[in-house]
């Protein structure tokens, strides 16, 4: 059983920067690839980011364009995700999701369901 608790989410002015972190908790945390989504409000939720158990393939949505970057310390059972320039449009709230299949989680098709998802931590962009 793994639990992930997003935190770092807060009120920002746009063109700041903020880290969002999710720590798990369970002896196998390490095993899962790990990934950020995001729910805009009145919107679907929508992919981030990704990044492999090892912590050493990272992906990105689209969208992302270099303004974003995921990271992973296994030691500490956490992973981060900093945005860089933010944006009215980034605001949102940002879940973290673990999965066992890197390849799943990476293609995240269709009705895509994480193995585990925290509840979420809303980051707010002022213009």
């Known amino acids: 059983q793994v639990q992930l608790v997003e935190s770092g989410g807060r009120f920002v002015q746009a063109g700041d920067s903020l880290t969002l972190s999710c720590t798990g908790s369970?002896?196998?945390?390490?095993?899962?690839?790990m990934g950020w989504f995001r729910r805009a409000p009145g919107k679907e939720r929508e992919y981030v980011a990704a990044?492999?158990?090892?912590?050493?393939?990272?992906y990105y949505a689209d969208f992302v364009k270099g303004r974003f970057t995921i990271s992973k310390k296994n030691a500490q059972n956490t992973i981060y995700l900093e945005i860089n320039s933010l944006k009215p449009e980034d605001t949102a709230v940002y879940f973290c999701a673990a999965d066992y299949s890197e390849i799943r989680l990476v293609r995240h098709s269709g009705d895509y369901e994480a193995d585990y998802w925290g509840k979420g931590t809303l980051v707010t962009v002022s213009p």
């Open positions: 369970g002896p196998t945390f390490s095993n899962y690839a």
């Open positions: 990044i492999s158990w090892s912590g050493t393939s990272q």
